[in-house]
């Protein structure tokens, strides 16, 4: 039985204000409009809805019984609508982020801030994952967007775009400070302690990518999960270590740490957001991109 919904909503006006007139006036059309609507349903329905008198309309047993799921329905109706309403105009809603530690710390915690002041109650919940595991969660709708090292292996699923770019670079302190005294090669590496990220980061294959390129193969005497802590290890002396520019600025200007320099170029690299191509955001998320661009 297919029937139009707004012929269901003028019959929850009627039976709710017992008056064709009534119903009229709070649904803005004429009397007979809201008459051939009760009408047109009964038709429809095959029964009776109302008894009419002069004093107004009154419901039938078995209007009755379909006012009561009718009211329900429509009142659940409006409740969604009502939902959408918030969730378009960021009163409500969430977002679903996937990033890594350094990535939030480099570039995303000033956004999660302004963002936060603006939509207060927009939901926000962080993964800290690697650029693999955050594409694993994009591809398994546990995120909505995701900010990523780049570059990654070409997905025909994934939208990437480049948001900021950052510079590799090696530092170095303590005994190894002095380093940065005089332009090296980069085979020059092979010679010291070498502190690097682990091989799950996209950071790590790059750089092994890009140095395998210069016939380089650095062997790593510490591994670690953090860029801040290579910067610790590197300051106490414990090697040389790889690491991005942006995150080691202070430690660079203070004289803690010293970045080395070499002939050959490293080459910059950027932070990307990544995204599932053809997939609608929700408002949350396209608010918080845009935020981002401002």
Known sequence: MDINLELYRVFREAAKSGNISKAAERLFVSQSAVSQAVMQLESKIGGKLFDRSVRGVTLTAEGEVLFSRIDDAMTLIENAQAKFAEMKELNAGSIKIGASDTICSLFLLP??????????????????????????????????????????????????????????????????????????????????????LEKASNSRKQLDIFLAGQGIELKPAIELGSLALLSEFAKIGLGVAATIREEVRDMLESGALRELKFHEALPERHIGLARIRHVNLSFAARAFIEEMRA
């Open 111 to 196: 956004i999660l801030k302004r963002f936060n002041d603006k939509h207060p109650d927009i939901r926000i919940s962080v993964a800290n994952r690697t650029t693999r595991e955050s594409l694993e969660l994009l591809k398994r709708a546990a995120a909505d967007i995701a900010f990523v090292n780049l570059p990654v292996e070409d997905d025909a699923s994934l939208e990437l775009t480049p948001v900021k770019a950052i510079r590799d670079c090696f530092v170095a302190g303590g005994k190894y400070a002095r380093l940065a005294d005089e332009t090296m090669h980069l085979r020059e590496l092979e010679n010291y302690p070498f502190l690097t």
